[in-house]
């Protein structure tokens, strides 16, 4: 029994990291035979993953099929505007808690991301854990699952913003400012300047989907 919840736990984080990092995009199928062979695991654990990402909306049913979920205009806004108010009260707990470690740790990101510039898929993985970094710093563990369901669905998204010109070097600086109130215990400088993040990069998402309707 014990051996099967883990091969059940494992199943499930190999599709969900499968889907987080773009091999499975929005209104791709997936089939459990074919997950099955890519992953090395046993159809049962595959099948149980996939039911249980479904309950969590991650995926959806195309008749028999179930095919990864895709977020129209109206959930896209819904889940920013819930992104901005949990990140920013962990960028704002994390002013008041965060060790003179964890801030350290998060200053070599922001420094290190710069040679990352010019590559969107990487520096969209820097900046998931960058933040995931700041989500661990405010020391609740509440707001942090939260923010793990939050995320989850970010990668619903087909693209990031992050691939739009310029907007890699402008998150960056984003990242620095709010480290820095971190580091000088600025709980409402923190966490607005994390809401202020969010926001612009919401806007510059709106503004590309409105691009790639044009074409």
Do not use: C, W
């Not at 499930?12 to 199928?29: N, Q």
């Not at 090395?40 to 995926?59: K, W």
């Not at 129209?72 to 920013?80: F, G, I, K, P, V």
């Not at 901005?84 to 060790?99: C, M, Q, V």
Request: charged share 30%.
């Amino acid at each position: 029994m014990p051996q099967s919840r883990q091969s059940n736990k494992d199943a499930y984080a190999l599709i969900l990291e499968a889907i987080d990092v773009g091999v499975y995009k929005p209104g791709d199928r997936l089939v459990e035979s074919d997950l099955a062979e890519r992953f090395g695991v046993s159809r049962t654990p595959i099948r149980e993953a996939l039911q249980r990402l479904e309950t969590q909306s991650l995926l959806e049913r195309d008749g028999r099929s179930l095919i990864v979920a895709s977020l129209d205009h109206n959930q896209m806004a819904e889940l920013y505007v819930v992104r901005s108010e949990l990140e920013g009260l962990a960028a704002g707990l994390a002013a008041r808690h965060a060790t003179a470690e964890e801030i350290k740790v998060l200053q070599d990101m922001v420094a290190e991301d710069a040679a990352l510039v010019g590559d969107p898929p990487a520096l969209s993985r820097a900046n998931r854990r960058f933040h995931e970094q700041i989500h661990l710093a405010s020391h609740n563990r509440y707001l942090v699952q939260q923010l793990d369901l939050v995320h989850r669905s970010m990668a619903l998204m087909a693209t990031t913003s992050l691939a739009v010109q310029g907007r890699g070097e402008i998150a960056l600086r984003e990242h620095k400012a709010i480290v820095d109130a971190i580091a000088a215990r600025d709980e409402e400088g923190a966490a607005r300047a994390l809401k202020d993040h969010i926001s612009d990069a919401f806007m510059t998402r709106l503004k590309q989907d409105a691009v790639d309707r044009e074409k």
